[in-house]
């Protein structure tokens, strides 16, 4: 119902503004992406309606009725995984992709970017958690990562995103921080024609400690759209 919709989201930019101010931040540098997952298209509209134009989702094909329902005006991101097959369709529907973590992906992207005729937007996706099995380039391949992003015409690198390991709020903490530290390495790097000034970082349960560790992108689904089923 727009009306929770609204009242939540009231809540929720006070919220980033208090932590934003605590971080000595200007909480315009901190974009909300509403997390629509599981949710029913009529979710994303009211959203877009109550003025939240940033909306992300996990799979193409689940977002595809969402676009259509929240109408023009809203920019889109995708934050789950990418398979490279559905690249073509990714790059039509997404103003930012969140989630490059591979070679072969920034390639097809660029590739059906440029048969598109746009311009992709993608943030890398680091894996801090050492484990080889979750989602991300490690630290040590974004160098090589970020530079075939950079030589691609038709992709533009823009910052990088992470997924912590589900611990309580302030034992990720180290994990923003280390994200933010990356960053800054690679903005040392000074590789020609990316930024690295975006980091898209923390959830409904630890957004605010990803603000104090200078997130300007945050993934909010719960506190906005309530608890998913995934019956
Ligand atoms: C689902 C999801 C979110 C939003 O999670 P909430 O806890 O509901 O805020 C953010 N980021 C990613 C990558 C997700 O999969």
Known sequence: MIETIEKRLKELEQRVAAAAGRAGRDPSEITI???????????ARDAARAGLLDLGENYVQEARAKIEAAGQGVR??????LQTNKAKYAVRLFHLIH????PKLA???DRRAAKAGVCQKVLIQVNLTGKEQRAGVSPEGLREL???AASLENIELLGLMTVPPFLPAEEVRPYFAELRRIRDRAASWSIEGTSFRELSMGM??????AIE??????????AI??????T
Request: cysteine-free; aromatic content about 8%; hydrophobic content about 40%.
């Open 107 to 109: 390639k097809e992207l």
């Open 76 to 81: 889109w991101h995708l934050i789950g995984p």
């Open 33 to 43: 992406v509403g997390v629509t997952k599981t949710h029913p298209a009529s979710a």
């Open 204 to 209: 409904t349960a630890d957004f605010e400690v």
């Open 146 to 148: 970020a530079e075939l």
């Open 225 to 230: 759209f309530g608890e998913r089923s995934y």
């Open 99 to 102: 989630t490059l973590d591979r």
């Open 213 to 222: 560790e200078r997130a300007t992108l945050v993934r909010v689904g719960t």
